[in-house]
C-alpha cells in the first residue's frame, strides 16, 4: 500500500491521488492501487516555520524561536508518517515540495522509505533534458530559499528563480488562490510568471509547489499537462514513480 502524507495543501494532495488514479484509467477497481491518503491539514506552515538558518538543510540554527519551529513541523510530520507506518504502507510520498526542507531529519525517524519529490523531479529532468539547460522554478519562497530544488539541480542545470517583484505578486498570489479553492483566479494569476520565465529564455519551468500544477493545469485535460514540452510537474513525475513502485511490492 502507498502511504501519501497529504494536506500540504489540501488540493494539492487530491490533485497527486487523481494523477495516480488516472494512470489506471481503463482498469477494473480491483487493479488500482492500494493507498492511504492522510489529509493531515493540520501540520504548521512549512514557509511560517523556516527561520533564518546558517545553512538550508542543516540544524544549526541563528535563534532557539527558529529550531523550535523546525522542531514543530517535523514532529507532526513524524506523527503523519508513523500513522502510515502503523497501517502496513510500504512506502510513503509527501506532495509538499517545502515539507521536503525537513526530508533528512524525517526519513531518519521513520522506517519505510519516503520518496523524496524533488530527487524525483531531477532524475525525470536528468534522463529527458541537456547538461545545462536553463530552468526557471515556480514555488514558494520558502523552498527557494532553503535550496531543496538547488541541492539537486546546481550539479548539472542552470536553475533560475523569480524576481522578488515576480515571486511577490504573481507566484505567491497563485498558490494562496489554489490553497482558497480559486483555481480560476489561479489561472491567470500565475501567467505573468510563466512569460517572465519565457522571456529570459528557460527551456524548461518546474511546477515546485503543489498547489501550481492546479493553477497552471486548470481546465485542461491530463493528456495536455503529460505531453507538456515546458513545465515539469513533481506531482505528476511522482504519481508515475508510485506507480512503478507499485508494481515492485
Not at 493545469?217 to 508515475?240: G, Q, R
Amino acid at each position: 500500500m502507498i502511504g501519501i502524507l497529504g494536506g500540504m495543501g489540501t488540493q494539492a494532495g487530491l490533485d497527486f491521488c487523481n494523477k495516480l488514479a488516472i494512470q489506471y484509467r481503463g482498469k477494473i477497481d480491483q487493479d488500482y492501487p492500494l493507498f492511504f491518503l492522510y489529509n493531515k491539514s493540520n501540520i504548521p506552515g512549512r514557509p511560517e516555520s523556516i527561520g533564518k538558518t546558517t545553512g538550508a538543510l542543516s540544524n544549526r540554527f541563528e535563534n532557539i524561536s527558529s529550531k523550535k519551529k523546525y522542531e514543530k513541523v517535523l514532529k507532526s510530520l513524524v506523527d503523519g508518517c508513523k500513522k502510515l507506518e502503523k497501517a502496513k504502507c510500504k512506502f510513503i510520498v509527501i506532495p509538499c515540495n517545502t515539507a521536503h526542507y525537513w526530508y533528512d531529519d524525517l526519513k531518519k525517524k521513520i522506517k519505510i522509505p519516503i520518496l523524496s519529490m524533488p530527487e524525483q523531479a531531477y532524475l525525470y529532468t536528468k534522463r529527458n533534458c541537456k547538461t545545462e539547460t536553463k530552468i526557471g522554478l515556480l514555488s514558494t519562497e520558502a523552498t527557494i530559499k532553503t535550496k531543496v530544488y538547488n541541492k539537486y539541480f546546481n550539479n548539472k542545470f542552470y536553475l533560475v528563480h523569480p524576481s522578488k517583484i515576480v515571486q511577490k505578486k504573481y507566484v505567491n498570489l497563485a498558490i494562496k488562490l489554489v490553497k482558497q479553492g480559486k483555481v480560476r483566479e489561479a489561472s491567470k494569476a500565475i501567467q505573468p510568471a510563466i512569460t517572465y520565465f519565457k522571456r529570459i529564455k528557460c527551456n524548461k519551468i518546474i511546477l515546485g509547489c503543489t498547489e501550481l500544477p492546479v493553477a497552471v493545469f486548470a481546465f485542461k485535460s491530463y493528456k495536455f499537462a503529460k505531453e507538456s514540452k515546458i513545465f515539469i510537474d513533481p506531482n505528476l513525475i511522482l504519481a508515475e514513480v508510485c506507480k512503478s513502485k507499485y508494481r515492485s511490492i
